[in-house]
């Protein structure tokens, strides 16, 4: 949002002003990043985030900067007349950073409610620092997957003969990873492989492309690209 003039110390705008300065805790070096940064890698994982079959490494850290940064937004906003012009442009930004951070995790949720025991089976094949979902979201899944479990065994499972009782268990739901996407190349990326036939093409910065989600699925979480 841009600046609005004459604004008073109680800076509210999601932009690079001091006031608007976060600390990445999980950074050794204690880096400053602005609130305006943190807001545009939630609006870039909620894009991915909705727009990708799979469930992508979780922004759990970028969420709760913005939380933060939200409430004290709020908290400054009451020192406004509510009459203000402001305040109301100010509120229906906050409205819109809300929007965001709730979608995402809707979005995140419902993959883990459709995808559960995928999600678990890889989970658990995955290094500490590689792990795609938060502790909150692993504890999610774990117990969604035991109720699940639970009621079907009660209903359905327990009446089955062993072997198709063997086969319903065995049958699990999992993301089709050559669905097409659109893709906007962040960066000059060489020679991605874009067909069975491994044809190959290099992407320009900012171009854009239409291209099965598993060839590209890398360069989405390095960042060199970015859904649309």
């Not at 442009?89 to 993959?111: D, G, N, P, T």
């Not at 792990?131 to 009660?154: G, I």
Request: some cysteine; charged content about 30%; overall charge negative.
């Amino acid at each position: 949002m841009s600046d609005v003039e004459d604004v008073p110390e109680t800076q509210l705008e999601i932009d690079d002003t001091e006031g608007a300065e976060l600390e990445d805790e999980d950074d050794d070096d204690m880096e400053q990043i602005t609130a305006q940064k943190v807001l545009e890698t939630l609006e870039t994982a909620w894009i991915n985030e909705m727009c990708a079959p799979e469930i992508l490494p979780s922004q759990a850290d970028m969420l709760e900067l913005m939380v933060s940064q939200v409430a004290h937004m709020e908290e400054q906003m009451r020192d406004l007349d509510k009459n203000d012009f402001r305040a109301v442009v100010h509120s229906m930004e906050l409205e819109r950073v809300r929007y965001i951070m709730a979608s995402y995790l809707r979005c995140r949720l419902q993959k883990i409610e459709t995808f559960t025991q995928h999600i678990l089976n890889q989970e658990a094949d995955r290094e500490p620092d590689d792990k795609r979902l938060s502790p909150e979201e692993t504890k999610f899944a774990q117990e969604f997957a035991s109720n699940v479990d639970e009621y079907f065994h009660k209903v359905a499972t327990q009446y089955m003969p062993n072997q198709q009782r063997g086969e319903a268990e065995q049958r699990i739901v999992t993301p089709n990873l050559m669905s097409h996407v659109f893709l906007k190349a962040n960066v000059a990326v060489p020679a991605v492989i874009v067909g069975v036939d491994d044809e190959e093409v290099d992407m320009a910065a900012g171009s854009q492309h239409i291209i099965p989600y598993q060839l590209v699925a890398d360069l989405i979480q390095n960042n060199q690209a970015q859904l649309i």
